[in-house]
Nanobody, 123 residues
């Protein structure tokens, strides 16, 4: 499975972006997926995850109420709608496929990672 993340960019505080992550190759719809982010000098941080059937979603505390994760099975694509962006949301955002059907918050629960897409929020 290869993951291609896109949609990052430069946005002013309060603005919105939508990230996409498209899976190709030997894809499976039986696995959960998630988003993580990493800012310079900081550890990788869990952002959001979604179960294989889309029924369960989890969010990091810092993004709850502002970000929404979703997935579209026909196109093997996962999305992250990011609203009310803050400068502290600036980071490289990674998408990943989980080992299991329901994806949690730990990076070790994920087996495949995309290359990352940069999000920069100016104040």
């Amino acid at each position: 499975v290869q993951l291609q993340a896109s949609g990052g960019g430069l946005v002013q505080a309060g603005g919105s972006l939508r990230l996409s992550c498209t899976a190709s190759g030997r894809t499976s719809t039986n696995n959960g997926m998630g988003w993580f982010r990493q800012a310079p000098g900081k550890e990788r941080e869990f952002v959001a995850s979604i179960s294989w059937n889309g029924h369960y979603t989890y969010y990091g505390e810092s993004v709850k109420g502002r970000f929404t994760i979703s997935r579209e099975y026909a196109s093997n694509t996962m999305y992250l709608q990011m609203n009310s962006l803050k400068p502290e949301d600036t980071a490289l955002y990674y998408c990943a496929v989980a080992r299991r059907a329901v994806a949690g918050t730990g990076a070790n629960e994920y087996t495949r990672w995309g290359q990352g897409t940069q999000v920069t929020v100016s104040s």
